[in-house]
């Protein structure tokens, strides 16, 4: 079984910084297509970016475009989020998310692996 932890959440003040981690252990991590989702209080979990099994292609959702970065290091098994001029907007839970199809595009139905999530707060 295929295991996801996510660090790097925390408190920060508007137009500030974060590096999201996810370390995978289990499986083939190289294999698969890796992603971010995250979940607000009372909104649905939405995709946030992803990224293909060799990191040659990346995907990102309109609202984080140009601020949120997606990379990945097979060697070392692990997947960041580096998220730069924080909005209140971005507070949820985020979610490191595998998909065996090793594509850059998840979507929340088809992911085969989920991390337990990580606190990310941005205070106005």
């Known amino acids: 079984q295929v295991q996801l932890v996510e660090s790097g959440g925390g408190l920060v003040q508007a137009g500030g910084s974060l590096r999201l981690s996810c370390a995978a252990s289990g499986g083939t991590f190289s294999l698969y297509g890796m992603g971010w989702f995250r979940q607000a209080p009372g909104k649905e979990r939405e995709f946030v970016a992803g990224i293909s099994r060799n990191g040659d292609r990346t995907y990102y959702a309109d609202s984080v475009k140009g601020r949120l970065t997606i990379s990945r290091d097979n060697a070392k098994n692990a997947m960041w989020l580096q998220m730069n001029s924080l909005e209140p907007e971005d507070t949820a839970v985020y979610y490191c998310?595998?998909?065996?199809?090793?594509?850059?595009?998840?979507?929340?139905?088809?992911?085969?692996?989920w991390g337990q999530g990580t606190q990310v707060t941005v205070s106005s």
């Open positions: 998310a595998a998909d065996v199809s090793g594509g850059s595009y998840l979507r929340a139905g088809r992911v085969d692996y």
